[in-house]
């Protein structure tokens, strides 16, 4: 009668740990009838089908979704729920006692894991805990645990992929793991018979999203005809919206990194650009290669320029949300002015 508490807010490692046990568990031709999906049932029901007895062979599963029990968050509906007492805790405590041998009951919750609450106390006694924490990530950031997440996924669809294109994906996807996993093995599959991923392939892959780069590069070095041809297929996948809020926040870093550059740019002081990229990668936390591809970017356009841009980009934001200009037609006008 294994009880197991998947929590955190990484719902893909989440949705990928219960297809996991239900492919080890669950046997066919019985896996529908023994595998039980529930939404944060009352105890009734939650009692009567952990005691349940499995079906035919191999194991039974009772999934419960969107559990907030062992949680700090809840949902408005969870917040107007009995407060809990000792005879609350005392169900809670029958029904994981009372879990029916082959039976595996399963609490898949959407926040972190609070060991502090009284109903997690009791859950600790029995329950087997697997954390899935969201790890945070800011574009140009290093994150060790995600990279190697990349890696490891890339070697699931027997390839290898390179520090570049990690650092790419991470920053086009904006480091959602559903969105990396997908990229990795759209790239994994159009590179077969070869087996390594590189900055190249995944330029080439990568989806709309992505391709973002792809206009700012062509808008920076001016290049604004074909820069509107990709807006316009951005524009056809999603709304101005997004591209807009990346755009702001690109323009944000590039105004810091070409500050922090006149800074440390000292007339007569023998830096190398390679050398400032490093001092500036170190003050924000950043990529030195990442810094110095920017700047590399960034050398037709002063900060002056770039303040301006960025409160032209509030301004048409303004505008969408206040009805005096479709989202379809702001970015070009940042474009062409």
């Known amino acids: 009668m294994p009880i197991t508490i998947l929590a955190g ?15 080890t568990l669950l046997v066919e031709p019985w896996h529908t009838i023994n595998f039980i999906k529930l939404n944060n049932p009352d105890f009734s029901v939650l009692s009567e089908n952990a005691a ?73 006694k029995l329950a087997k805990i697997e954390e899935f924490p969201k790890e945070k990530y800011f574009p140009g950031a290093r994150s060790a645990k995600l990279e190697a997440w990349c890696r490891n996924e890339a070697k699931k669809f027997g390839a290898t992929i390179d520090d570049a294109a990690i650092h790419y994906l991470l ?32 330029i080439e892959t990568c989806s709309s999203q992505g391709h973002i780069f792809e206009f700012v590069d062509l808008w920076l070095n001016g290049h604004t005809g074909r820069a509107l041809n990709v807006l316009q297929e951005l524009l056809a996948q999603q709304s101005a919206i997004p591209i807009l809020a990346a755009l702001q926040t690109m323009l944000s870093k590039w105004i810091k990194l070409k500050a922090l550059y006149e800074e440390y740019n000292i007339p007569g ?29 960034l050398q037709k356009h ?15 934001e303004y505008s969408i949300k206040t009805g005096q200009i479709p989202d379809s037609h702001a970015l070009s006008f940042f474009v062409l002015n």
């Open 9 to 23: 807010e990484e719902d893909f490692e989440i949705s990928r740990r219960i297809a996991e046990l239900k492919s």
């Open 52 to 124: 349940s007895l499995v079906f035919g062979k191999g194991k039974r599963i009772v999934l419960v979704e969107d559990c907030q029990l062992f949680t700090k968050k809840r949902a408005k509906s969870e917040e107007s729920k009995t407060v809990i007492d000792s005879s609350f805790e005392e169900a809670f405590s029958a029904i994981l006692i009372g879990v029916s041998e082959n039976t595996y009951l399963v609490f898949a919750c959407p926040y972190n894991f609070d060991s502090s609450l009284r109903l997690s106390k009791v859950a600790l």
């Open 171 to 202: 920053a086009a996807t904006e480091a959602s793991l559903r969105k990396l996993s997908s990229e990795i093995e759209k790239a994994a599959l159009y590179i077969l018979p070869k087996t390594t991923i590189t900055y190249g392939v995944v």
């Open 269 to 297: 002081k023998a830096n190398s650009p390679s050398q400032i990229a490093k001092q500036i990668a170190s003050e924000l936390k950043l990529l030195p290669f990442s810094v110095e591809k920017d700047l590399q970017r």
């Open 302 to 316: 002063n900060i002056t320029s770039l303040v301006e841009k960025r409160l032209q980009l509030t301004r048409l």
